[in-house]
């Protein structure tokens, strides 16, 4: 095959030695426009994975690129004047230039053509004289553009500010993070050595810091001074260099995240960060642009033609790429939200920073630095109250609100059983949230019950709305009190729009095939075509609907619950108020946001003050609508619970969706995390994370890392009772208290548990 490579850099060369390692009949020429020594940056970091990778497909190569690594195994934080250190965490790195030499080299050797300062004006002239093009021309990809109608291209352009400088100061004990406050905002370095005496130092800000320095406006050399000053106690008095003199300007840039619908137009692949690029904070370009030359190559060889080889390549290293990038993604919205976490402890900073990206999972962290994550966890108990000589995982830590004691970190979310008689729990009831009591989440929340027989959302929703209700309830409530440490919160709600329909596992939110009953909402709605018009409540309406709370608390006080939550989610009768999708109102109750919670606010106000003043109270919300600027949008919900919080809610229950038939949510594990990850740090709420989480590992990581105080776990419930003891025994803790009666069952537990170490597994 005659093949020319478009592009001089790690896919281009590496690609053009791949293929011709495979065949060595191939005709390949590589084009580069810059000479071979001018490249732009400093180092790059490969993992020990991706050198496997590399020794794999071409030892010799990979044995010299081995040569020129340094290698380090730490990261550094400097935050707040404190330096935190954790280790077994294995980079190395290599310059850049070192790098592209190497494989200059390799390729000369191998009989492959390079032609430096040729600049190629278009792919399509040489895909005329050449059986395959290789386009790995780089981010600013020109074939990109070039057939951006096959290609497709998505660019979007980060918020953030970057620079990639160098420096001969040492940065060989470990990859280090510097984050400095100054006078015009925050601004930190990734810096890590790269070899004997030249360190990467990568200087990165917000858009309002940069523009307050006038970085903007600088030369590069003035660029490097400013820098210098700002991190001057840590570079020894070492200078910091650009070598970026093939770019105009300051050069710092935006990061572009690339992403393209299709890979190959006739016989023309991308390839490298023409295709796809992932932020520089996960360290995954090159790896990325040299493990899809492998893939190419190895496709080009196994399949009969150019054509199926394209659609295998695509198909292969499309979710790879994908994997990498959302990561990547999760990583630079961390930068780019960073100061939402500069008011946490140097101990949850540090942990916030190392599983940004959610790669790295909490007992990935115990395998790297087992010292360290027990100092941080010893740190979160101390702050829980715990003691100070606790180390046991988040999950396991005391949670305080109000006079409410919570042994531990797990709640069981509340989950509908369709099971009640006229809005009266039965004994399955009983039997259900017994067992969830018993089986060791700290807090066990029952589903939604409605405070009058129109409030409920099918007929087999529980009430308390009638005194055979607060009886049956109190039969539960006395029990999980009798015989478990675990605390109960009644959680109240009212069906609005979305009422007098079926049974869970019926036709969820479908009207009844009779009986159905009038419903009531903010504005004369149905939720569905297919649902009745709601009545717009008139006053008298709200009234009434506000005493039913007040009354259902009052039961629920009576029932000795530990808590209450009021329902303000998923579409229901207080959240259609909250959400503009719904509420069309044009008196005091509809318009801003403010309107919009003035009904939900007086329902709090009025339960507040019938509910006792030692318990606490939450309120659950849908921090996201899933419909984009129309509906409510997550910056939305922190201004939602600003307003809860100055009202006096002790926590949000931060959920999602259910509040329009056009939801378009994007699932995923931890997948509304980041909502109540955002509002507690933005409004320093307490918070319940919910939804897909369902891995001791997911919950340790997410409270460890200050993304909420309590997590609810409601199918896993569903599944497991007992999740809480069961994730215990699995992980080797011994400290969460099992029913006596079972002890038998408990030590056979941990004795198959202890059988095995446990396995860590990723988030
Ligand atoms: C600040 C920063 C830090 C980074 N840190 C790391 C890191 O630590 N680890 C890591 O793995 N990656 C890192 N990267 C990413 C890494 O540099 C790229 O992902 C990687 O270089 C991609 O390789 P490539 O061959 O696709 O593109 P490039 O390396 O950009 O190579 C493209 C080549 O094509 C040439 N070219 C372009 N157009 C033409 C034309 N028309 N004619 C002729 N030649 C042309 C260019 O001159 C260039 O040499 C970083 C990137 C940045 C911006
Ligand atoms: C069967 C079932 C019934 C539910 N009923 C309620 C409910 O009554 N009140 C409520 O706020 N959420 C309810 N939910 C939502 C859950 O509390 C939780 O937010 C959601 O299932 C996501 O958590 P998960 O991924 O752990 O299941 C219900 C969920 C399920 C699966």
Known sequence: MKIAC?????????????????????????????????????GVVLSDETFEN?????????????????????????????????????FSGIARKKLLQLLQQRARGLGIELRFETEIASAAELAKTHDLVVAADGLNSRTRNEFAEHFKPAIETRKNKFVWLGTHQK?????????????????????????????????????????????????????CRACEKIFAKYLGGHHLMSNAAHVRGSAWLNFPRVLCEKWSYENIVLMGDAAATAHFSV?????????????????????????????????????????????????????????????????QFNYSLLTRSQRISHENLRLRDKKWLEGAEAWFQRLAGAGDNTVRRPMFAPFRLRDMRLKNRIVVSPMAQYKAIDGCPTDWHLVHYGERA????????????????????????TGMYAPAHEAAWKRIVDFVHAETDAKICCQLGHSGAKGSTQLGWEEMDAPL?????????????AWSPRNQVARAMTRADMDLVRDQFVASAEMAARCNFDMLEIHCAHGYLLSSFITPLTNKRTDAYGGSLENRMRYPLEIFHAVRAVWPAEKPISVRISASDWVGSDGIEPRDAVEICRILQEAGVDICDVSAGQTSIDARPVYGRMFQTPFSDRIRNETGMATMAVGNIFEPDHVNSILMAGRADLVCLARPHLADPYWTLHAAAKLGDRGEAWPPPYYAGRDQLYRLAGSAEPVPTAV
């Open 6 to 42: 478009l592009g001089g850099g790690p896919a281009g060369l590496y690609f053009a030695i791949s293929m011709k390692l495979r065949d060595a009949a191939h005709d390949i020429t590589v084009f580069e426009r810059n000479k071979p020594d001018d490249t732009f940056g400093w």
């Open 54 to 90: 590399l020794a794999k497909n071409d030892p010799l190569s990979a044995g010299e690129i081995r040569r020129h690594f340094a290698y380090w195994d730490d990261i550094a934080v400097h935050y707040r004047g404190q330096k935190i250190v954790s280790t077994g965490h294995g």
């Open 171 to 223: 940065f060989d004990d470990a990859f280090t993070f510097i984050f400095e406050e100054t006078e015009h905002g925050w601004i930190w370095a990734h810096a890590y050595q790269f070899d004997a005496d030249t360190a990467t130092f990568i200087v990165e800000c917000a858009d309002d810091t940069w523009q307050k320095f006038g970085f903007g406006t600088m030369s590069q050399d003035e660029n």
């Open 283 to 347: 360290g995954s370009g090159t790896k990325l642009a040299m493990e899809s030359a492998i893939a190419m190559a190895n496709y080009l060889r196994s399949e009969p033609t150019m054509a199926a080889a394209f659609a295998k390549y695509e198909d292969a290293r499309r979710t790879e790429v994908l994997r990498l990038q959302s990561a990547a993604r999760n990583s630079l919205e961390w930068f780019e939200d960073v100061e939402r976490y500069l008011h946490l402890d140097p101990v």
């Open 513 to 525: 095939q009779s009986g159905n009953w009038p419903v009531l909402a903010p504005s004369e709605i």
């Open 438 to 461: 018993k089986g060791g989440a700290g807090l066990v929340c029952i589903e939604m019950t409605c405070v009058s027989p129109e409030g409920r959302i099918t007929p087999g929703c």
